[in-house]
C-alpha cells in the first residue's frame, strides 16, 4: 500500500469515530408517544329541540305592530255584508272585535262606537257572550315559563322551551373525580361506531325514551392531550360524538350514573371540565 493510501484510510477511521459520538443533549425531555392504537369512543349529543316559539325582541314586535297597521289602512273598509247576514249575531261580534283591533292598531280614540241604546247594546253583548261561551274550547296555551324553571328542576325535559337543552351525565372519572359528560363509551368487536353510540346511550340512561341518532357520520371529535408526567407510551383517546333526538320518554340511569341533567349550551359550559368544552362547544347550539 502506498503512502498516499495508507493517510486516506486513517482520515476516514478519524471521521468515523467522530460522526458516531453522540452530541450532548441540552432539551428537556420529551413527552411519551402515544402508543400505535389509538382507543376509540362513542358519545352522544341528546337534543330536545324548542317546545315554544321565542320570545320577539322589542324591534320585532314594533315591526310586526307597524306591518299589521299598514296591511289594515290597506285592506279599509272590509266587505263584512259579503261574510255575515245584515243584523245578525256574527256580524254584530266581528263588529265588536273589529273596534278593539282598531283601538290597539290605531289608538283608543280612532274607532268610533256604533249609535245603540244602553239597552240595544246590553243585549246584544249578554248574547255575544253566550255565544262564545257556547264556542269555548278547554285547550289551554303552555305558558312561557314552566314550573321547572322556576323550581331549577334540571331532570324535566319541560324546562327552557325557547331554547335548546342536552342531555349530560355525571359519572365517576378514573381518579375518583365526578365529572359531567356527554353519555360514551368504547364500541364492541364489528360494531359501527354510530351503534355503538345508540347502545351506551341505552346502557347509560335506560330504554325509556324514543330517541334517534341522525346519522351514522360523527358531527364532530375529541381528543384530549396526553399527560407529560409518565414516560410511558400512552395510548391516544378519540371519542366521536353523533347527534341524536329525544322524541318522547325520560331518563332512567343506571346505577354507576350519578346524576343526569337537561341543560342549555351555556350550562354545559360551567359543568364540564375546561379541555372537554373546548372541544364540544362548536358542536352545539346557542339558542
Not at 486513517?10 to 459520538?21: I, M
Not at 321565542?54 to 297597521?69: C, D, N, V
Not at 280612532?110 to 255565544?131: G, H, N, R, T, V
Request: net charge positive.
Amino acid at each position: 500500500m502506498s503512502r498516499l493510501a495508507r493517510r486516506c484510510e486513517r482520515l476516514s477511521r478519524n471521521l468515523a469515530t467522530v460522526a458516531s459520538d453522540p452530541l450532548p443533549s441540552t432539551s428537556s425531555p420529551r413527552p411519551p408517544r402515544p402508543s400505535s392504537k389509538p382507543i376509540l369512543y362513542s358519545s352522544v349529543i341528546l337534543n330536545r329541540a324548542p317546545i315554544l316559539t321565542p320570545s320577539p325582541t322589542t324591534f320585532e314586535r314594533a315591526f310586526y305592530a307597524y306591518q299589521q297597521r299598514i296591511r289594515r289602512a290597506l285592506h279599509n273598509p272590509f266587505p263584512s255584508e259579503f261574510y255575515f247576514k245584515q243584523g245578525s249575531l256574527l256580524e254584530a261580534r266581528f263588529n265588536s272585535e273589529e273596534r278593539f283591533r282598531e283601538k290597539v292598531a290605531w289608538g283608543p280614540t280612532y274607532a268610533k262606537e256604533e249609535d245603540l241604546s244602553p239597552e240595544a247594546k246590553a243585549a246584544e253583548q249578554a248574547a255575544m257572550d253566550q255565544m262564545a261561551l257556547q264556542e269555548k274550547s278547554d285547550d289551554k296555551l303552555m305558558p312561557r315559563v314552566h314550573p321547572s324553571d322556576e323550581a331549577r328542576d334540571y331532570h324535566s325535559l319541560d324546562r327552557k322551551g325557547r331554547r335548546n337543552i342536552y342531555l349530560i351525565i355525571q359519572r365517576a372519572a378514573e381518579d375518583g373525580q365526578l365529572v359531567w359528560e356527554f353519555p360514551q363509551g368504547q364500541p364492541v368487536e364489528d360494531e359501527l361506531l354510530h351503534q355503538a353510540a345508540q347502545r351506551e346511550l341505552y346502557a347509560h340512561c335506560g330504554k325509556n325514551m324514543d330517541t334517534w341518532i341522525v346519522a351514522r357520520k360523527p358531527i364532530g371529535m375529541y381528543k384530549p392531550s396526553i399527560p407529560t408526567t409518565t414516560s410511558t407510551p400512552t395510548p391516544e383517546a378519540i371519542t366521536f360524538f353523533f347527534k341524536g333526538h329525544i322524541m318522547a320518554g325520560q331518563v332512567n340511569p343506571e346505577k354507576f350514573v350519578k346524576d343526569f341533567a337537561w341543560v342549555t349550551k351555556q350550562e354545559i359550559e360551567t359543568r364540564v371540565r375546561r379541555a372537554y368544552w373546548e372541544g364540544v362547544k362548536d358542536m352545539l347550539s346557542d339558542h
